[in-house]
């Protein structure tokens, strides 16, 4: 671990990205064969890329990130996980 990994907040970081993934899931609810009844909150991930961002901006500055490497971590997400096809290959 890094020296200065104490002098972040992670807790709030991570209480950030909690509260974010809550405010954008949808609660699904199904029924089994056997006829019971399941209650769930299906999570949507993209919606919360701004703190997603937030927490590898505190990574990078704890683990001596370049700039470049960040904004490859950064457009990693844009790229191939959300399949955004606007972004050109480099």
Not at 48 to 58: E, F, L
Not at 64 to 80: M, V
Request: net charge negative; hydrophobic share 30%.
């Amino acid at each position: 671990m890094p020296a200065s990994w104490d002098k972040e907040d992670w807790s709030a970081l991570e209480q950030k990205l909690a509260n974010s993934l809550k405010q954008h899931s949808q609660r699904k609810v199904i029924n089994t064969k056997q006829g019971h009844e399941i209650e769930y909150d299906e999570l949507n991930g993209s919606q919360s890329k701004s703190v997603i961002d937030d927490i590898d901006v505190a990574l990078a500055r704890h683990y001596g990130f370049t700039e470049e490497q960040l904004d490859f971590i950064i457009n990693y997400d844009i790229k191939y996980r959300l399949g955004d096809s606007g972004v050109e290959d480099e």
